[in-house]
């Protein structure tokens, strides 16, 4: 039952890692999005995405509700 669950979050991290690096290569500017907050220093940077953190949540939580309703019917 582990091992199941082990292979499904590994597919999971596959296919994220992958809509990211496609994000990327569109060059889409998530993580770069105003109301990002970005601070750099001298030696040290910190990176807060907040804007871009709703709108992923917006487009996955749409995603997942059409994915549910398709298949309950």
């Known amino acids: 039952m ?3 669950w082990i292979l499904i979050f590994g597919v999971v991290l596959i296919v994220v ?3 990211v690096w496609l994000i990327e290569s569109l060059g889409l500017p998530l993580g770069r999005l105003p109301g990002d907050i970005r601070m750099r220093g ?4 910190f990176s807060f995405p ?3 953190s709703i ?3 917006i487009v996955l939580t749409v995603l997942l509700n059409l994915i549910l309703w398709f298949f309950r019917r």
Not at 42 to 45: T, V
């Open 42 to 45: 001298e030696g040290w940077s």
């Open 2 to 4: 582990i091992g199941k």
């Open 55 to 57: 709108v992923v949540s």
């Open 17 to 19: 890692g992958a809509a």
């Open 50 to 52: 907040v804007v871009t």
